[in-house]
């Protein structure tokens, strides 16, 4: 099982599901501290900034972020959930999340992942850059970008209510 929520809701999400592997996806510089019970092995730091084209200054999402989370996801050893995070719970962790369950469960339609984190999720807005270079990368040929294209931008919000979303 994965739970998604942003930054201000990661140890109390950690705490309720009795997680102990974390991803956390954020700007390199913010602060962020491990929550009690995961192993630094188990904590996942991905720094780059939310965007979807190249800007000056600011890292957007690569290859080298997406290869990083499909090694880490796949190491995972599923007996307790998985948190995701970034800063909001609506774009990078959303992407992640969304990302994750394609790569653990190949057979799922990408499209019938899309929608049940729309039907989780009302404000995910996952990163389309991170979601196409996954696509890329997963070798789904279009399928996944096609699907969150498909359920549009989320509902406006500060930040997204913590969420689970199934595998299978």
């Known amino acids: 099982m ?3 929520c942003p930054l201000s809701q990661l140890a109390r999400v950690v705490s309720m599901t009795g997680a102990r592997h974390v991803v956390t996806l954020i700007n390199a510089d913010t602060p962020v501290k491990r929550p009690a019970g ?3 092995d188990d904590h996942l730091f991905l720094g780059f900034n939310d965007i979807v084209s ?7 999402p690569g290859a080298e972020h997406v290869d990083r989370l499909l090694g880490f996801v796949g ?6 959930p998985l948190v995701i995070h970034c800063f909001a719970g609506i774009s990078r962790s959303t992407a992640a999340a969304y990302i994750t369950a394609c790569a653990l469960s190949p057979q799922r339609d990408e499209a019938a992942v899309a929608q049940a984190l729309r039907q989780a999720a009302p404000s995910a807005t996952p990163n389309a850059r991170l979601v196409a270079l ?6 789904r040929q279009g399928r996944m970008t096609a699907a969150i294209a498909a359920i549009g931008r989320g509902r406006d919000a500060f930040e997204g209510n913590p969420f689970r979303l199934a595998l299978a």
């Not at 190249?54 to 957007?60: I, N, Y």
């Not at 190491?75 to 307790?80: F, G």
């Open 38 to 40: 995961v192993a630094p």
């Open 54 to 60: 190249d800007e000056p200054g600011l890292t957007p």
């Open 75 to 80: 190491r995972w050893p599923r007996e307790k």
């Open 2 to 4: 994965l739970y998604v």
């Open 134 to 139: 996954a696509d890329a990368r997963l070798g």
